[in-house]
């Protein structure tokens, strides 16, 4: 993966727009640590291969990034976006590091099933 390039994935966004895709998106701030520290409240969601279609995707800010993708219906969005990549079989992969290199936040788009 490599640092945000905002225009190519504004054009990678669009490129997917109006099709029916597959979406991955994961959050998480440690959950799978949080038994180092009782004090610390560790919180997730995860989906995987949700289908749907959107309107409009969009990546705003100055990084971090924030990514929506507007349906007809309401809105999905990560943020916390700081890296990205097109991989061979033409999936959109962002994710978003923490100050430690770790992964914070995932959204993943894709033609295909993950």
């Known amino acids: 993966m490599e640092l945000v390039n905002k225009e190519h994935v504004q054009k990678e966004l669009d490129r997917l727009a109006n099709k029916e ?8 701030n440690g959950a799978y640590a949080s038994h180092f ?13 949700a289908i749907l ?5 969009k990546i705003t800010g100055n990084g971090p990034f924030r990514v929506g993708l507007k349906m007809s219906f309401g809105w999905v969005y990560a943020e916390g976006i700081t890296h990205f990549e097109v991989d061979d079989k ?17 959204l993943q788009i894709s033609e295909t099933a993950f």
């Open 90 to 106: 033409g999936r959109l992969l962002l994710a978003g590091h923490d100050f430690n290199g770790k992964l914070a936040v995932a």
């Open 21 to 28: 895709v597959y979406i991955h998106l994961e959050t998480t």
């Open 37 to 49: 520290d009782e004090s610390f409240f560790s919180s997730g969601a995860y989906i995987r291969n």
């Open 53 to 57: 279609q959107y309107e409009h995707g």
